[in-house]
Structures are given as structure tokens and as C-alpha cells.
């Protein structure tokens, strides 16, 4: 069982930046693929970025390339996601999400490969 707790959101102006924080209980966070996903009202939850057991394979949605910047310190249980440049339509819950893998530089990016999801946290990009 693992339990994943975001942080970090908040209101921001456009152009702005925000570092969210996912922190996992348990011993065994590195044999953990990380994901952040993000839900706007009325719309499905899609990936935003995701990261491999090992942090050596990265992925991001087009529409976040060049602007978010996932890692994971292992040490410390936590998966994070650094968000430059915002925009209005990056305003989303932003989930983090944790896949059990095997493969140590597989990286999962659909919401149904995920086994553990945090309870989100609100980023408003709005001036």
C-alpha cells in the first residue's frame, strides 16, 4: 500500500511558476513509476508528465514540453514537478499517481495503468 500526498499548488499569474511535491509512505518508493496527471472542470484526467523507477526516462504532454520538469529524489520518498512559464489553461487538480513496475526505465502515461492516486491539489493560473 502506498500513499501519496501533493503539495505545492496555489494561484499564480500567467507566466509564473510553481513547484509541486508529492511525498509516498512506505519503503519501497523506487520500485515506483511516478506519474502527475491533471483534471480540469468538465474535462478527463490526462497525464501532464511521468517518470521511471530509476528517473532515467522521462515523459511529458506536448502541451507541457520545454515548461515542466519532472524528478524524484528516491532518498526522500517524493516525486516532484517544477512548472514554468504557466498558463491560464494549465488551471487543473493536479494528481500525482504511483504504478508498481518491474522494468526499472518503463514509463507509464495512462490513468488506468496507476495503482495509487493522491488527493490533488489546486493550481490557478489567473491574473
Known amino acids: 500500500q502506498v500513499q501519496l500526498v501533493e503539495s505545492g499548488g496555489g494561484l499564480v499569474q500567467p507566466g509564473g511558476s510553481l513547484r509541486l511535491s508529492c511525498a509516498a509512505s512506505?519503503?519501497?518508493?523506487?520500485?515506483?513509476?511516478m506519474g502527475w496527471f491533471r483534471q480540469a472542470p468538465g474535462k478527463e484526467r490526462d497525464v501532464v508528465a511521468a517518470?521511471?523507477?530509476?528517473?532515467?526516462?522521462?515523459y511529458y504532454a506536448d502541451s507541457v514540453k520545454g515548461r515542466f520538469t519532472i524528478s524524484r529524489d528516491n532518498a526522500k520518498n517524493t516525486v516532484y514537478l517544477q512548472m514554468n512559464s504557466l498558463k491560464p489553461e494549465d488551471t487543473a487538480v493536479y494528481y500525482c499517481?504511483?504504478?508498481?513496475?518491474?522494468?526499472?526505465?518503463?514509463?507509464?502515461?495512462?490513468?488506468?495503468?496507476?495503482?495509487?492516486w493522491g488527493q490533488g491539489t489546486q493550481v490557478t493560473v489567473s491574473s
Open positions: 499517481a504511483a504504478d508498481f513496475m518491474f522494468m526499472a526505465h518503463s514509463i507509464p502515461v495512462r490513468t488506468y495503468e496507476y495503482d495509487y
Open positions: 517518470i521511471s523507477r530509476s528517473g532515467g526516462s522521462t
Open positions: 512506505g519503503r519501497t518508493f523506487s520500485m515506483y513509476a
